[in-house]
């Protein structure tokens, strides 16, 4: 057991003791002039010296955090002699002026945030000359372009420590991207990180940088300026509250969050929005179910394998793991997870500490998160969290980019893969996916979508893998599966593998595989039970055969070994159906696998799935979610 895993995180102290224990291994790796931290060889797209900066600045918001609540740390001096040389323009180590849209300007967010939390460490103990160094390096970013996404809170964050340290600020500057913030709110607590143009991302909704940057910065902005702008911080609390409520969603009952989206690498930064809700104050739920979320969460963490041989938090997600990576990760970028401190700031007499650890509140079965657009279902006995997913809007910047947001179904168990190699089912990352080709070999998924949608536990898109076929796919959530609807019309023959969930395993002994010649595909290891079941046999759309696939080495994000069940055909007509039900959990999960569900075409536009022989879903012509039975709509609804 790791030193990590060790620390029983049930309190205050606790969590203090899990700061020091994150950032010891850090100041080892201090340059000679304390501005740059190497925390290893991996570069990101910006090069050095932002990557270093990373390295420097990171750790700050755990170490503003504990200092703000009082805690003790020695090593303060690095930090300080760093700050001293790097905003030194005469020194070998000074940080640069940043440039339009430039990764410095992001971590200039940590000084603003240190500067109005912890002055006491990060302001008052350096020198003038430093003092005014400072202030004119972070000041910088009031003059230069950012991307018009969360980006823009940097700005804010700056501009606040400043403004609470009695220095020049842009009040112009805060107003307008505050403003321009707002209008990437989407309702319900919900927001898109910014517009689709150039320099602007493109609307992504459902990924962690609604909670771990949007709902963060804006509650920090909340507690600190609230005075000062009382109506703007009153909005963020009722934000942050309707958004706790979807976001609870998202995490299981042992602590893990689902993986989903980008930016993976930064851990339990997925679960700083619940230190947030104390920080602010917002009781968005009762302080032990929040406490509960908070510290389950870095106890799942901690038990995880993603520490170097020193200490040192690697990239990757459940293991050190470069396949998964961002093009923008450097080895100081993990530390964004000490985002996860901000409640240290708190005295230990604040209810969130006071509180007894609750466990998850009861929800219901299936909830359709409208504002992610995404269908979140929890396992009746597991509590476990699988989100249905019609494909997000996300442009081909981020690196494996239709496998973090556009896969059919996401697991807390199961998690995903991405590419490690060719197109292929063994090394394309294709579990959760229905992957077409049109020579047999090289195969094609579903990456732009259109016409995405959620309804009552539905999920539909229509997408193009070639211009001249057109798939339209119907996600359908059951309590601890779900069922695939695919219509597909081609110009061309096409082949096609459809993969379920991928389990982990550690050596091929410990894993079993069965493809039956009734259309079942099972996987079993240690990890959980994977199954498909073929569910539109023979007809226009020909017969699919199961077969079990080994997923390339260190492709899976929470297994460096993983295996799915698969679903292979030929299709030769020019608009066909395909169908199945996927489903898994624990090693004993539905020894059933689906067999209670029946699909029925009538005609060229019409869909009907049974469930038990009664009508459950069903699609009368064109697109959309379709409609469900009352039945099915009932069981949805209850709560576990």
Not at 251 to 271: C, E, I, K, N, V
Not at 371 to 386: F, H, M, S
Not at 454 to 474: F, I, M, N
């Amino acid at each position: 057991m790791s030193t990590f895993a060790r620390n029983p995180l049930k309190t205050r102290d606790d969590v203090q003791r899990l700061v020091h224990e994150l950032i010891e291994p850090v100041t080892a790796h201090f340059s000679p002039g304390r501005a740059q931290v190497m925390l290893g060889p991996n570069r990101a797209l910006y090069g050095d010296p932002a990557g270093l900066l990373e390295g420097f600045a990171r750790p700050l918001w755990g170490l503003a955090s504990l200092a703000a609540g009082g805690g003790k740390f020695k090593h303060w001096d690095l930090w300080r002699t760093g700050i001293e040389n790097g905003t030194n323009p005469a020194h070998p180590e000074y940080w640069g002026e940043p440039g339009d849209y430039d990764q410095r300007s992001v971590e200039m967010g940590a000084f603003g945030a240190g500067l109005a939390l912890a002055p006491k460490e990060l302001w008052e103990k350096l020198s003038k000359t430093t003092q005014a160094r400072l202030v004119a390096w972070i000041s910088r970013i009031n003059g230069v372009q950012l991307v018009q996404s969360n980006w823009l809170f940097f700005r804010v964050l700056v501009n606040l420590g400043l403004r609470t340290r009695g220095q020049p600020w842009s009040a112009e500057r805060v107003e307008a991207d505050l403003a321009k913030l707002d209008t990437f709110y989407l309702g319900n607590g919900w927001y898109e990180d910014g517009a689709r143009a150039a320099h602007l991302r493109d609307g992504r909704t459902g990924d962690y940088y609604v909670p771990m940057a949007f709902h963060f910065y804006a509650l920090i902005y909340a507690r600190v300026a609230g005075a000062s702008d009382p109506v703007r911080a009153s909005r963020y609390l009722e934000r942050a509250r309707l958004f706790a409520g979807d976001f609870v969603h998202y995490f299981s009952a042992d602590g893990a969050a689902l993986p989903f989206g980008r930016s993976l690498t930064y851990r339990f930064a997925q679960g700083a929005f619940w230190g947030a809700l104390a920080f602010a104050p917002v009781e968005a739920m009762p302080w032990p179910v929040v406490k509960g979320l908070y510290l389950r969460h870095l106890r799942w963490w901690m038990r995880q394998p993603i520490f170097s041989e020193t200490g040192l938090l690697t990239i990757g997600y459940a293991y050190p793991n470069l396949a998964m990576a961002e093009s923008y990760n450097s080895s100081g970028s993990p530390y964004w997870a000490m985002k996860a401190f901000l409640p240290l700031a708190l005295p230990e007499s604040h209810p969130f500490w006071r509180a007894e650890e609750a466990p998850l509140p009861l929800r219901p079965v299936v909830k359709t998160l409208l504002g992610a657009r995404l269908v979140a279902v929890t396992d009746p006995q597991t509590r476990e969290v699988t989100a249905i997913n019609p494909g997000q809007e996300v442009g081909d910047w981020p690196r494996h980019a239709p496998q973090k947001y556009s896969k059919f179904a996401y697991s807390t168990r199961f998690g995903f893969s991405v590419p490690v190699s060719s197109a292929t089912p063994q090394e394309g990352g294709f579990d959760s996916m229905l992957a077409l080709s049109d020579d047999g070999r090289r195969f094609r998924v579903r990456e732009q979508c259109f016409d995405a949608q959620v309804k009552d536990g539905v999920a539909y898109s229509r997408w193009l893998p070639w211009a001249d076929v057109e798939v339209q796919t119907w996600l359908i959530a059951a309590e601890s599966s779900h069922v695939r609807v695919h219509r597909v019309r081609s110009a061309r023959k096409l082949w096609s593998f459809e993969g379920g969930f991928a389990a982990g395993y550690v050596g091929r002994a410990d894993s079993k595989r069965e493809a039956r010649e009734d259309g079942v595909a099972v996987v079993m290891t240690p990890f959980g039970r994977s199954w498909m079941r073929d569910l539109v046999a023979g007809g226009a759309g020909g017969v699919r055969k199961a077969v079990c696939v080994d997923l390339g080495v260190s492709s899976h994000v929470l297994f460096s070994l993983s295996v799915m069940p698969g679903l292979r055909g030929e299709h030769v007509a020019e608009e066909f159906w395909v169908a199945c039900v996927a489903g898994g959990g624990a090693e004993n999960a539905d020894a059933g696998r689906g067999a209670d569900f029946r699909v029925e075409l009538e005609g060229g536009a019409a869909c009907r799935v049974l469930r038990a022989g009664a009508a459950w879903w069903s699609l009368s012509e064109g697109g959309g979610c379709g409609e469900s039975s009352e039945a099915r709509l009932s069981a949805l609804r209850m709560g576990v």
